[in-house]
T-cell receptor, first 110, second 115 residues
Framework: LAKTTQPISMDSYEGQEVNITCSHN???????ITWYQQFPSQGPRFIIQ???TKVTNEVASLFIPADRKSSTLSLPRVSLSDTAVYYC???????????FGKGTRLHILP | NAGVMQNPRHLVRRRGQEARLRCSPM?????VYWYRQLPEEGLKFMVY????????ESGMPKERFSAEFPKEGPSILRIQQVVRGDSAAYFC?????????????FGPGTRLTVL
């Protein structure tokens, strides 16, 4: 399973766009990139998943360059409730277990 | 459609006692996963089960830990003779089929404290 590297923590302000970048230099051809969000005292929640280029849903956008060695989760106009830990995961669609790193602790300030 | 349910939400045990953690997957989901999370850490995979079968237990400690997912009823993670190092949050996740490409649905977790 490809290892991921992401910033340990980030601060931002309400209303701003937040971009969290994840490095995955040894991503395999069959690997997808998935992001989870975890609030304090809760289980992780799936946010978005992509393979290449750009994916957008009602919560976030995921940008993946052509070489797929990195990806960027973009959260538009964050609010205080977006304060959470965000995990970048890389794995084959057929994988059954998820390998979590330490994630990025995003702190939104008023 | 209720989400993944775990109980108890908080469990306190003394060293040497047994801890039983229960997980009811989402309706229609036949695949259950258990993870452990230490403070300030990411989740660590423990075991993957389908009904009446353990598929992958590569993350489970060899001793004192066991898991089951019977034909009827919730999945159970059992920790015998607990030690202080077992204190952690234990999360259960479920999916409707294997190979969901990483999309699993997580419960709220059970926080185990060993005194």
């Amino acid at each position: 399973l490809a290892k991921t590297t992401q910033p340990i923590s980030m601060d931002s302000y309400e209303g701003q766009e937040v971009n969290i970048t994840c490095s995955h230099n040894n991503i395999a051809t069959n690997d997808y990139i998935t992001w989870y969000q975890q609030f304090p005292s809760q289980g992780p929640r799936f946010i978005i998943q992509g393979y290449k280029t750009k994916v957008t849903n009602e919560v976030a956008s995921l940008f993946i360059p052509a070489d797929r060695k990195s990806s960027t989760l973009s959260l538009p106009r964050v609010s205080l409730s977006d304060t959470a830990v965000y995990y970048c995961l890389v794995g084959f669609v057929g994988d059954d277990k998820i390998i979590f790193g330490k994630g990025t602790r995003l702190h939104i300030l008023p | 459609n209720a989400g993944v349910m775990q109980n108890p939400r908080h469990l306190v045990r003394r060293r040497g006692q047994e801890a039983r953690l229960r997980c009811s997957p989402m309706k229609g989901h036949s695949h259950v996963y258990w993870y452990r999370q230490l403070p300030e850490e990411g989740l660590k995979f423990m075991v993957y089960l389908q009904k009446e079968n353990i598929i992958d237990e590569s993350g489970m400690p060899k001793e004192r830990f066991s898991a089951e997912f019977p034909k009827e009823g919730p999945s159970i993670l059992r920790i015998q003779q607990v030690v202080r190092g077992d204190s952690a949050a234990y999360f259960c996740a479920s999916s409707p089929k294997s190979g969901q490409g990483g999309e699993q649905f997580f419960g709220p977790g059970t926080r185990l404290t060993v005194l």
